[in-house]
């Protein structure tokens, strides 16, 4: 994919030239560093690719049909499967969805490591429906407008030549905004094509979402006094390439070609991990180790929406700066959790369901493509491992919660609590009304380039 050094990105952080290490140097290196990552040393140091194979590919097969919100034409889906260094992705052109990756263990037994349906009509019916209570699971989906939560579906931008201007959302969790409304990005079809770099293969997905998108009229679904949508114009693209180490690289490129409107943006990736496999039973995802490279996170009110400020996860369930079971301390609510709010919150969020503040990039936790370490997983059954690299300045890790054995999986078991976690690489959630959170503004004629990056190892 192209080279995307001097890139302009949301809020403060910026990169120079690209470092041009593999996934697997990249985890080493991490292993070498001081202070709280030095405990991951002997396990980092030892993990090696996915396993070996021939050079990166992608195929493409036809998944079905299903009607576009925009056009309200019935139009094609097809699943792209990227394969690279032992693993092998499947993407949708429908909702950008991750719908499977394989990878092998360290006995060479290969699993599905992610949370997905079998079929479209799945996907179509249950991964984001558009409903006013809770929206849906979002397995693998490509979330957008706006990633994450909205405080009461409005927030207010200055416009050119115009001034401040509010504008209103479907209101469809809690009374919030939540993954870009009722009809997200998650729940339309892609234009796509296949792209084959040096050393990497994959797919692109182009999405224009239109000026006034989830908009609606008074009294329509999630918008009792009416939404005035999304302002401006957004071209979405969407590049998800696999190398030969069986990386699988996540390049998000949004223009707002609108003339005159300003407009947010937070694009994310929903996909559940669990890397004893999908199919394992219920509570195995509880088991795996779990490392965040941050020191704080964001504590939020009774609907989840932040507080506004960050707090230490220090002497706090919330502390995944050294690598522990997700399930050690996720019931543990007798145990601080240094945020000032009446009410505890892993109640709140019936487990983790928060927005860790990344740590502030080094030598040490630079990893390929000049990213930042986000965070690592590990099943110490299989040997997989999962890295995590951003450039976004948080990551919501959330342990699938609200799972709640009502889903049929890709393979035929339901999935329950404690069958996956997600990583959202993101800025934080309600940004848009939180002026001292890093901006997710995008203004017009701007283009914004983002990556992450999902390295696997055994």
Known sequence: MSDVSGQRQLGPRRFGRRARIGAVS????????????????????????????GGPS?????FGSTVEPYTG???????????GGGVTANVLSYGGIIQSISVPGRNGQVADVTLGFKTLADYVKYDSPPVTANGGPYFGESIGRYGNRIAKGTFSLVQPGVGKVTYTLPINNNGNTLHGGLVGFGSHVWAAKTVNTRGSAGVQLTLVS???????????????????GFPG???NVVTYTINSHGALTIHYKTTD???????????TNHSYFNLAGESSPAGSAYRQDIMINANKY??????????????SVKGTPFDFTHPKALGAQIDDVSAPDNAPAADNQLLLAQGYDHNWVLNQQTKWTTGPDGLNLAARASDPASGRTLTVWTDQPGVQFYSGNFLTGTLVGISGHTYRQGAGYTFETQHFPNSPNQPNFPTTEIKAGQTINSTTIFAFSS
């Not at 992608?58 to 036809?62: A, D, E, R």
Request: with cysteine; aromatic share 6%; hydrophobic share 35%.
């Open 257 to 267: 070609e609108s003339k005159n409107l300003n407009s947010v943006i937070n694009l």
């Open 233 to 235: 114009e957004i071209k």
């Open 73 to 83: 034409k019935n139009t094609a889906v097809y699943r792209y499967t990227l394969r």
């Open 58 to 62: 992608v195929t493409s097969s036809y």
């Open 210 to 228: 239109p000026n006034g998108d989830q908009a609606g009229a008074a009294g329509s679904p999630g918008c009792p006094n009416g939404c005035t």
């Open 26 to 53: 990249a985890v080493t290196a991490v292993a070498a560093a001081a202070g709280a990552f030095g405990a991951t040393a002997a396990s980092a140091s030892a993990a090696r690719p996915a396993h070996a194979g």
């Open 298 to 311: 964001t504590p939020t009110d009774l609907t989840q929406i932040p507080l506004g400020y960050n707090v």
